[in-house]
């Protein structure tokens, strides 16, 4: 399977930004499509956005649409999570995953079809 780490959290105030990168080794990177979830204390762990293979084809939650972004950049094996306007609900675990597919536009939506993850990064958005 391929490693993964993120990086990137930290604590902000509301209204703020961070970027979170994921690094991937071990694999071909460009063969996973790539996702990230969220966990709050005393909370399921929860779908962030996701992106294809090609970097074409993505997904948000509703909750962060508009003000978050995945990206990837394949040459380096890394996949970002862009997010702005920060609130204190989004305080949470932030967990990058990976799961290989055949197709370069398809994207896995349940957190059951992604076999391998980080460690997480804490995001701590204060009020």
């Known amino acids: 399977q391929v490693q993964l780490v993120e990086s990137g959290g930290g604590l902000v105030q509301a209204g703020g930004s961070l970027r979170l990168s994921c690094a991937a080794s071990?694999?071909?990177?460009?063969?996973?499509?790539m996702a990230w979830f969220r966990q709050a204390p005393g909370k399921e762990r929860e779908f962030v956005a996701r992106?294809?293979?090609?970097?074409?084809?993505?997904h948000y939650t509703d909750s962060l649409k508009g003000r978050c972004t995945i990206s990837r950049d394949n040459t380096n094996n890394t996949v970002y999570l862009q997010m702005n306007s920060l609130k204190p609900k989004d305080t949470a675990v932030y967990y990058c995953?990976?799961?290989?597919?055949?197709?370069?536009?398809?994207?896995?939506?349940?957190?059951?079809?992604?076999?391998?993850w980080g460690q997480g990064t804490q995001v701590t958005v204060s009020s």
């Open positions: 992106i294809s293979r090609s970097g074409l084809n993505t």
């Open positions: 071990g694999r071909t990177f460009s063969d996973y499509a």
């Open positions: 995953t990976a799961a290989a597919t055949s197709s370069r536009e398809y994207v896995p939506a349940n957190v059951t079809d992604y076999p391998s």
